[in-house]
């Protein structure tokens, strides 16, 4: 996982509310093998309808999400985070996620940012007037910025997430912090212990 202090960038207004990990990445594509190629099945049903907002190529290249109330409900797939982050999005914003999905980002370095949902409206606005509106997270002051439309708007993070997001630590990165007790503990372990 790479460590995010300070990431801009575009942004995508997806002004739906209950959107369900299914509806981010149906069924049929967690039959891959592989942990790539996940950003073409990325709401792949609803991107049959030519006016669904990915379509539309003033979005082409946002790298922020923005989206309504309860963003990733349903079943915990992890691939519905890969979807997102393979299609080139570092951060979904959003005034409330599952918590199962919001675990998954933390996990894998995809930014969740929750916000008010008059503060979502507002980036809607700001995202369709003006599609290179300029949104920044800033992971160091817990705080999102849109200097366009003067919005400078704290959202919560634990300080074990931060720390996660300012390091660049998954599990396996957290775990070996850790090296030096468990090395410590394994020389002084008892021999006819497994291993």
């Known amino acids: 996982m790479k460590a995010v202090q300070i990431i801009s960038g575009t942004g995508l207004p997806l002004r739906r ?3 369900d990990t299914d509806q981010i990445i ?13 950003e073409k099945g990325l709401f792949s049903t609803w ?12 979005y082409i290249g946002a790298s922020m999400m923005v989206a309504g109330n309860a963003f990733g409900v349903g ?23 599952s918590d199962i999905f919001r675990n ?5 370095g995809l930014v969740p940012v929750i916000v008010p949902e008059a503060v979502v409206e507002r980036l809607w606005e700001a995202i369709e007037t003006d599609p290179s509106t300029e949104i920044t997270i800033d992971m160091q ?8 439309i003067g919005l400078v708007e704290p959202f919560p993070i634990d300080d074990a997430t931060q720390h996660r997001f ?13 090296l030096g007790d468990i090395d410590t503990y394994e020389s002084t372990r008892p021999a006819w212990l497994a291993r």
């Open 17 to 19: 509310s209950d959107v």
């Open 26 to 38: 149906p069924a049929e594509w967690l039959k891959r093998v592989e942990r790539t190629g996940f």
């Open 47 to 58: 991107r049959d309808d030519r006016n669904f907002v990915m379509n539309d190529e003033r």
């Open 75 to 97: 079943s915990s797939r992890e691939h519905a985070v890969w979807a997102i982050q393979q299609a080139g999005f570092n951060a979904v914003i959003a005034p409330s996620f």
């Open 104 to 108: 998954n980002c933390t996990k894998t």
């Open 141 to 148: 002051r817990r705080q999102i910025e849109v200097p366009s």
């Open 166 to 178: 300012l390091n660049g630590l998954d599990d396996i990165g957290l775990t070996m912090q850790l």
